[in-house]
């Protein structure tokens, strides 16, 4: 069976929605979307989702400010239930490390972000359960949060079909198929899907398909773990986003009196992981171990209980940045991949600007030059010069 588009979007995670349901908006010309398992069965369902300004790439703190208020008025800008719970952040850092994150702060202010250091009284009213060391400095963004991941990827579903998209899940890309240069169709199980445009939004499963083709996409499947754990009823009210780079985790509450507890950094993959063959359990050593340092920071949660965990690939670039970018040697093929949770926090803007790219060839307001494929060649060249 043959199908056609206009542009085909491969991926069914919060960016691959974003940008069908942005391509639609625009009325981009017949817009389809394929997922090979659900939508969200990737790292998007399965994310921390957290959303906020005071991010330390100074870039990325910009593009983030961009992107609060949709997610802020998600229901009325995407449509669906509000997804958004504003619980503010708190960073925690060394004091060692003091300088730097005071010009930090200075930049993210300059930019309009409310964030500040906070004493260990002020670090109390905000979360009755945290504790700061004097070797160690917290600052507190109010703004920031978290979203529901997966309703943040079924209203973008919604509303991209509500707008005129194709949307289809169980169909999975096997090969891309050019002619003379230029993208003439994708191979599916479900036949052949011709199409003028395509976009890549795969996430971890990113280099798979251009590896085909002799296109290698420096994105590696890096696996990621996440803890549950039920809130003790004595500390009450919902507390705190905390990024904790002192312990090296993040924590936030979750639905009902969930935590939801993870590591700021995720270990190096060698080999690669393969994001169709892995262990969704979380280790078994793994769990106390993130237990242990959650309580160092919140000493009241030593009384929480368990609830398990899970584990998840996600795609993950050398600079930590976004790809969003043509592909090269081959005509009318785009990647649009953001690693670990800037996947979340900046699908709004990455729909937008990746709809702007396609229809008009040119996205004005804002540089895509730190996101393009090239960079991390031109940094090996001049590497090797040195």
Known sequence: MSHTCDILIVGGGVVGTSIAFHLAQRRAGRVMLVEKAYLGAGASGKSAALIYQ????????????????????????????????????????????????????????????????????????????????????????????????????????????????????????????????????????????????LVLATGAWAPQLPHALKIELPVQASRAQVALFRRPVAIGRRGAVFADFVQGLYLRPAQGDLLHAGDLTLPSSDPPGDPDVYDEAADSDWLPNIRQRMIRRCPALYSCFGRGGYAVLTGQTPDGLPILDRLPDLEGVYCAIAPGNENFLLAPLIGQVMTQWLIEDTVPDVDLTPFRLARFAEKETASSKD
């Not at 870039?59 to 997610?71: D, I």
């Not at 990827?153 to 198929?177: C, K, N, P």
């Open 54 to 197: 005071a991010h330390r790439q100074p870039l990325l703190a910009l593009l983030a400010r961009r992107c609060l208020p949709v997610f802020e008025h998600f229901a009325d800008l995407i449509g669906g239930p509000p997804v958004f719970w504003r619980t503010g952040m708190v960073q925690l850092m060394p004091r060692r490390e003091e300088a730097e994150l005071d010009i930090h702060l200075a930049r993210q202010q300059e930019c309009g972000i409310d964030v500040r250091r906070i004493s260990e009284q002020e670090l109390m009213e905000v979360d009755p359960s945290a504790r700061v060391a004097e070797d160690e400095v917290a600052i507190f963004e109010r703004a920031a949060g978290y979203v529901e991941a997966v309703q943040v990827v079924a209203s973008f579903a919604e509303a991209a079909r509500r707008e005129g998209a194709d949307v289809r899940e169980g169909v999975e890309v096997r090969a891309i198929l050019a002619e003379k240069g230029k993208v003439a169709r994708v191979e599916t199980n479900e036949g052949t899907y011709q199409c003028g445009r």
